[in-house]
């Protein structure tokens, strides 16, 4: 069992930044941050394959950066120029298998971070 704790949500102000971080109990080739707002469906934002970014969604591209350090086993999700559509909760999640990753879906989720920006 893969274990995902992120970190790294809070408060801030349109425009500002925020650094999320996901701890991963394993070492993973695939990972992904999604997102979840009130009232909508979960929409995923970025995923990476062997530490190389290889979606972005078009709401966040130019603005956010998805990494990965493999000997911490932590995904970062780099956050600027925020604004308040980008308020969620937001998930790291990350598959073995590579199949799967080519499509997005992935097994093992983390508990989620909030995400709150103000305008």
């Known amino acids: 069992q893969v274990q995902l704790v992120e970190s790294g949500g809070g408060s801030v102000q349109a425009g500002g930044s925020l650094r999320l971080s996901c701890a991963a109990s394993?070492?993973?080739?695939?990972l992904g941050w999604f997102r979840q707002a009130p009232g909508k469906e979960r929409e995923a934002v970025a995923r990476?394959?062997?530490?190389?970014?290889?979606y972005y969604a078009d709401s966040v591209k130019g603005r956010f950066t998805i990494s990965h350090d493999n000997a911490k086993m932590t995904l970062y999700l780099q956050m600027n120029s925020l604004k308040p559509e980008d308020t969620a909760t937001y998930y790291c999640?990350?598959?073995?298998?590579?199949?799967?990753?080519?499509?997005?879906?992935?097994?093992?989720w983390g508990q989620g971070t909030l995400v709150t920006v103000s305008s």
């Open positions: 394993n070492s993973m080739l695939c």
């Open positions: 999640a990350a598959t073995a298998d590579l199949y799967q990753c080519a499509r997005g879906n992935f097994r093992y």
């Open positions: 990476i394959y062997t530490g190389r970014p290889t």
